[in-house]
């Protein structure tokens, strides 16, 4: 498990408008395409340097591609990443402060002392 791909994943497709409508729009095809292409690039490097050793667990995959927030805070990506880019592909289906209230309601179950989420 790599808490630092997942954060990376979140981090990188929040940061991109066009990135959050297609992992909106094809999960699957989005992470199958983001985990071959970007997973091994460097954050915020200006050489073309990459790394072949990180990939997703089937878990982080499934939780990745079914949009499954509560899954992925378990596996300890950052709730703060897991948040902003899920307001930005769901909040627009719901009224004001509905989605931000739904995502709290499905970690309701949840009770400290929370997964590790340092990286």
């Given at each position: 498990?790599?808490?630092?791909?997942?954060?990376?994943?979140?981090?990188?497709?929040?940061?991109?408008?066009?990135?959050?409508?297609?992992?909106?729009?094809?999960?699957?095809?989005?992470?199958?395409?983001?985990?071959?292409?970007?997973?091994?690039?460097?954050?915020?490097?200006?050489?073309?340097?990459?790394?072949?050793?990180?990939?997703?667990?089937?878990?982080?995959?499934?939780?990745?591609?079914?949009?499954?927030?509560?899954?992925?805070?378990?596996l300890g990506?950052?709730?703060?990443?897991?948040?902003?880019l899920f307001?930005?592909?769901?909040?627009?289906?719901?009224?004001?402060?509905?989605?931000?209230?739904?995502?709290?309601?499905?970690?309701?179950?949840?009770?400290?002392?929370?997964?590790?989420?340092?990286?």
């Amino acid at each position: 498990m790599s808490k630092y791909l997942l954060d990376k994943f979140l981090y990188t497709v929040d940061r991109d408008p066009a990135l959050v409508e297609r992992y909106r729009e094809n999960p699957v095809s989005t992470v199958s395409w983001w985990e071959r292409e970007m997973a091994g690039k460097l954050l915020n490097c200006t050489v073309d340097e990459r790394t072949t050793w990180l990939s997703f667990t089937g878990e982080e995959r499934r939780a990745l591609r079914e949009h499954d927030h509560v899954a992925l805070f378990e596996l300890g990506a950052h709730p703060f990443l897991t948040l902003t880019l899920f307001i930005a592909m769901f909040e627009r289906d719901h009224g004001p402060l509905e989605y931000q209230k739904a995502y709290a309601r499905a970690m309701n179950h949840i009770s400290l002392p929370y997964p590790d989420i340092a990286t």
